[in-house]
């Protein structure tokens, strides 16, 4: 059993309803020890949270929530950045925050977002491999931590009732994602929100997992993606156990933008 949960949101991300104090007390509630709240941060024009983030004040807040919640939870500050290669000057000064976690994450390709309208302007096998390629863009110059959710783009897929996506069409450009994260000793994260969703399967599939680990990739990160207080937590301990069938025996959790490795 795990305690933590690394990837959570609150109404200071614009997709999300729980207030923080909200989120915390449900995780102290469900016996979580140490969670990172990671809001997103997005400065694609077409995104409608494109430059709200404001980072003082949400440090700010979480010191305020360390203090009020101290010796009942550990809390941890991180952030979701979208397409941090495209942005990074933008985000300059994010970067000179406290940070415990950087999740980095690929929410548009191009001006098309995944979520929004990126399955209207390609076709299913033409926007995968798109999306591939611009993710591989992005672990390759990105600065962040942790990949957050490799094949989320199942889960709009799913929710189009579109065909589910074989990995092994796009195996080659998969692997290049996962060699490139070793090589930058970038954690892959087990996302657990697609178990919510019709794809009904972690982000990233099975698969993608075990590919990751028989090339001997080692460093994961365990998050529900909580958007709303009932997500909190959700199936963490579920995707804990796929990762130990697949052969992890380890953990990683984010203090100062440093792994800390756990047993699972």
Known sequence: MITSDFHLHTSASVDATVGLDELIERAIEIGLT?????????????????????????????????????????????????????YAAEMADIYQMPLDIVIGSLHYVGPYGVHLNFFDVYDFD??????????????????????????????????????DYNPEDYAEQIKRVLSTLIERKIALELNTSGWRAPANHCFPKPMIIKWYYEMGGRLISIGSDGHKVENIGRDINKAAELAKEIGFKEYQIYRQRKPVTLPL
Do not use: W
Not at 133 to 149: E, N, T
């Open 34 to 86: 140490e969670i990172a709240i990671t809001e997103h941060v997005d400065y694609n024009p077409a995104d409608e949270g494109a430059g709200i983030y404001k980072p003082k004040e949400i440090y700010q807040q979480i010191v305020g929530a360390r203090g009020k919640y101290n010796g009942r939870i550990i809390i941890c500050y991180g952030v979701e950045l979208s397409e941090p290669h495209l």
């Open 126 to 163: 033409s926007a995968i491999k798109a999306y591939f390629s611009d993710m591989l863009d992005m672990v390759r110059d990105g600065d962040f931590d942790v990949l957050g959710h490799l094949d989320y783009f199942a889960r709009y897929a799913s929710f189009r009732s579109l065909e």
